[in-house]
């Protein structure tokens, strides 16, 4: 059964840092993986999709990686902007319908 | 930019009252779907819709749900009997790719059971 865990729970960060979001996933026999954003009482905006096949997708300030071996993924966000502050989920899927999610990590981004 | 509609955005109901929540998917997406999210709690998968019919459930999803696309646009989740651990966002998603691709959320449904 897949276990989505995300680290640390919540970030602050002042403006312009780069930072990373952690998502670890139990088992290596993943389908893909995603990354959304979630704004508070407002629903899921998929961000990044990383296919088995692919160790990384970028998308402008974003760069997700996966590592299917070591059951991790990594969201990178370069030049963080006030705006970025949400809640970042990461979602495994097993090649079933079913998306896996973690519990997410809230980031502030202060200005 | 198309998007997945959810009506109504907040639902408040009485325990035991039926409630239909109604979602209108992206037009040209084959794939449906229904997650929910207990306050404080990860977004957890219900079930997912494909060719009219159920095509995976959780162990949540039990005889109190069901599923319908009814005309050619709307997709509902229908719990018959809500308790009041049925209290959550309730996120439609539709997907033109299926197999956890590509997916588009809408901006969900506040159900509180009183």
């Known amino acids: 059964k897949q276990e989505v865990t995300q680290i640390p729970a919540a970030l602050s960060v002042p403006e312009g840092e780069n930072l990373v979001l952690n998502c670890s996933f139990t088992?290596?026999?993943?389908?893909?993986l995603q990354w959304f954003r979630q704004d508070p009482g407002k629903g899921l905006t998929s961000l990044l999709l990383?296919?088995?096949?692919?160790r990384e997708q970028t998308s402008g300030r974003l760069n997700a990686s996966l590592d299917k071996s070591s059951g991790r993924s990594t969201l990178y966000i370069a030049a963080s902007q006030p705006g970025d502050s949400a809640t970042y989920l990461c979602?495994?899927?097993?090649?079933?319908?079913?998306?896996?999610f973690g519990k997410g990590t809230k980031l502030t981004v202060n200005p | 930019e198309p998007e997945v509609t959810q009506t109504p955005s907040h639902q408040v109901t009485q325990m035991g009252q039926e409630v239909i929540l109604r979602c209108v998917p992206i037009?040209?997406?084959?794939?449906f779907y229904w997650y929910r999210q207990i306050l404080g709690q990860k977004v957890e998968f219900l079930v997912s819709?494909?060719?009219?019919?159920?095509?995976?459930k959780s162990e949540i999803f039990d005889d109190q749900f069901s599923v319908e696309r009814p005309d050619g646009s709307n997709f509902t989740l229908k719990i018959r009997s809500t308790k009041l651990e049925d209290s959550a966002m309730y996120f439609c998603?539709?997907?033109?790719?299926?197999?956890?691709?590509?997916?588009?959320f809408g901006s969900g449904t506040r159900l509180t059971v009183v």
């Open positions: 088992d290596s026999a993943i389908y893909n």
């Open positions: 998603a539709s997907s033109e790719l299926g197999q956890g691709r590509g997916y588009t």
């Open positions: 990383i296919q088995s096949s692919q």
């Open positions: 819709f494909y060719n009219n019919e159920i095509s995976e």
């Open positions: 979602a495994g899927g097993g090649g079933s319908e079913k998306l896996v």
């Open positions: 037009s040209n997406h084959l794939y």
